[in-house]
Each structure stands twice: as C-alpha cells, then as structure tokens.
C-alpha cells in the first residue's frame, strides 16, 4: 500500500518561506538537499509523519500556481490562539469561519497565505480533522 511521504511547493525566496513555516506552523528542516541551481528542503515537526518538501530553484521567477491548486491543511488544538500568533507575526490570517450542516458543527477553520501566496488552512482539531 502507497504512503504519503510529502507534498511540495515551489518557493521564491527560500529564507523568508523557511522563517513563516517555522513559525507559523513550528516546521523546522529535517533534511536539506543544496545542489548548484536549486535546493529541496523538508520541513516536519513531531506531530507529523509527512513532509512539505520546499523547492528553491536559485534565480527564477516568482511561480504562479495555475488552476489547479487548492491549500494545504493543518489541524490545531486552539484555533483561536493559532490565529492571535498568525496575526501578531504580521502574516494576515483571514477571519474564523464555521462550517455546519443540519445544526452540527463540522469545522472551524482560517486561511493564511505564506510568502508565495499558497493558501493554508488551519482547522481547529474536531471530528474528521485531526
């Protein structure tokens, strides 16, 4: 059977994407590939068994992200205080939405971008988002 083992985005600046993941989402670099024109970062922390894998092709352009991407998700304990550090650092985070059907609650989240303009969203840990 297959295992997700990561997901990777392309990044412009690859300092200033290394410092939001970090702490915005308590990444840190697990393994670290540097070739002459381009490098593979990973980033994990304890709660994850999966990598986001940063590419840094040295010198191109800022990337644009088609259609076809969506967000990558993380869950939270307190999505309130996630959302108070977001803000305090500066980085924007969109307002706490609810989502419910036929009176229940099924999520609680936000949406951030990172210095790339990739969306993530956080949900707070409740039912299938853990």
Request: proline residues 0%.
């Given at each position: 059977m297959a295992?997700?083992?990561?997901?990777?985005v392309r990044v412009h600046d690859l300092e200033k994407s290394l410092a939001?993941?970090?702490q915005a989402l308590d990444l840190d670099v697990a393994h670290r590939l540097?070739?002459?024109d381009f490098s593979?970062?990973?980033l994990r922390n304890d709660e994850n068994d999966m990598e986001l894998e940063l590419?840094?092709?040295k010198g191109a352009e800022p990337y644009t992200h088609g259609s076809g991407y969506g967000h990558i998700a993380v869950a939270v304990d307190d999505l309130d205080a996630e959302h108070e550090k977001l803000r305090s650092?500066?980085?924007a985070p969109l307002d706490i939405k609810e989502f419910s059907r036929?009176?229940?609650l099924l999520a609680r989240f936000f949406f951030v971008l990172d210095p790339d303009g990739y969306k993530i969203e956080?949900?707070?840990?409740?039912?299938?988002?853990q």
């Open positions: 295992k997700i083992i990561h997901t990777m939001f993941y970090r540097d070739f002459d593979l970062v990973y590419t840094w092709n650092l500066g980085y036929e009176g229940q956080v949900l707070q840990r409740h039912g299938h988002y």
